[in-house]
């Protein structure tokens, strides 16, 4: 038997309450009534409802936040009471971009699922993970800081960047030899946040936003790579993504001598306790596999 609360969840969670219904093998018209019983309680209306959709007031948002991260704590919980690996189940949500999930969280997912078979996973790739709560998502893997009080990270490392072009264009366009000469030089860049960064290197300075010329962006890490062998201009992006042609001469790295910071790459999840065993099983796992030192 479901409390009035999980019914909320549910009917919340799949946007109707015929949908939460058959979910739930129960009749709408019962599920409506426990609700209605749930709002005479609380005294105020959790739901705005209507012959197709059925979604949240605002202070049925901030009810619902709060009861998902009750039930998330709870069923954490009983993974640290209960855990057994051979009978891991249930589904776990996944946000990332889509370079990281190709690259990184798929293999990951393979590796969990042959071991165990019962588990459901759902990938959103590309998705915003400024919200996790709202989206009920698990765990968002993603490059930079948290962005967000309420969010728990695990600091998965630091994955090295370079600069880096291709034979061609540094034929064409003239090899820098200190960081000054790069504001000669087009770039190719992942999104337009990173135009506003400086380019930091390891030995404290930086070359600023406001000299980086570049004539594209990209958010595919694909497509840069591409762009970058085509001669289009100098990408500052992830070591992993050049590593064979760096070491085939097919492409160079830029300023050598000035090496830049890497990247940070964290795990952003909504509890800071009681985090359910098939999470932190991932997150294990997915540390292994991006295999970066920390600093």
Known sequence: MYTPEELFVYIVEYGSFKKAAEHLKIEPSTLSRKIVKLEQRLKTKLLHRSTSKTFPTEIGKTYYQGLRKIVNDQQALEDVVFNNNSELSGQLRIATTVDLGDNFVIPVIQ??????????????????????????????????????????????????????????????????????????????????????????????????????????????????????????????????????????????????????????????????KYLPYRTRWFLELLQKKVNFPST
């Not at 034929?171 to 200190?178: A, V």
């Not at 000054?180 to 930091?200: G, P, V």
């Not at 962006?217 to 990408?235: D, F, M, P």
Request: glycine letters at 6%; aromatic letters at 8%.
């Open 111 to 272: 590796q969990m699922q042959q071991q165990a078979t019962e588990l459901n996973v759902e990938l959103i790739l590309g998705s915003d993970t400024s919200n996790l709560l709202e989206n009920n998502i698990d765990v968002a893997i993603r490059i930079g800081g948290l962005g967000n009080a309420r969010i728990y990270a695990k600091h998965l490392g630091c994955p090295p960047r370079v600069l880096v072009a291709s034979k061609e264009y540094l034929k064409l366009n003239g090899i820098p030899d200190s960081p000054a000469d790069l504001e000669k030089h087009n770039f190719i860049l992942y999104s337009a946040q990173q135009s506003q960064m400086d380019i930091q290197f390891q030995d404290g300075s930086s070359f600023s936003h406001a000299k980086i010329n570049s004539n594209i962006i990209v958010n595919s890490l694909r497509s840069i790579e591409y762009l970058v062998k085509s001669g289009a201009g100098i990408n500052w992006g992830p070591k992993w993504l050049y590593e064979k042609d760096l070491n085939s001469g097919e492409l160079i790295e830029v300023l050598p001598s000035y090496p830049v910071n890497p990247f940070t790459i964290n795990a952003l999840y909504t509890t800071s």
